[in-house]
């Protein structure tokens, strides 16, 4: 006997998954030839495609893999460092991570 998943969660399940594949790019070269590796080609322009769910859009072109590789993947942002004033003072003690105290509160 066959456990059978009722269509109407297969449904769901598929819907979920198109919702959450929208949007994503890929770079395709514009090389004559069959698709190749990303890396085969590096000075050849590429076209930015986008899926909508149930195909690929064309939604530019860019003139390289260098191109192509910065706008499919920006680098994250930068985190800031927060200024010395705006950290939390470490208070008296000796545990291992306190700031050390002078040596004449020390023999006090």
Do not use: C, F
Not at 61 to 75: M, T
Not at 86 to 103: Q, V, Y
């Amino acid at each position: 006997m066959h456990d059978e998943e009722p269509l109407e969660e297969w449904a769901r399940r598929r819907e979920q998954r198109q919702a959450a594949s929208k949007g994503k790019q890929r770079a395709v070269p514009l090389g004559r030839g069959p698709h190749r590796g990303a890396h085969v080609d590096p000075g050849t322009p590429r076209v930015i495609e986008e899926w909508t769910g149930s195909e690929w859009v064309v939604v530019g072109v860019v003139e390289n893999l260098a191109a192509a590789q910065a706008l499919l993947y920006p680098p994250p942002p930068v985190q800031e460092r927060p200024a010395e004033w705006d950290r939390p003072a470490l208070g008296k003690g000796r545990g291992r991570h306190r700031k050390p105290t002078p040596a004449e509160e020390r023999d006090q």
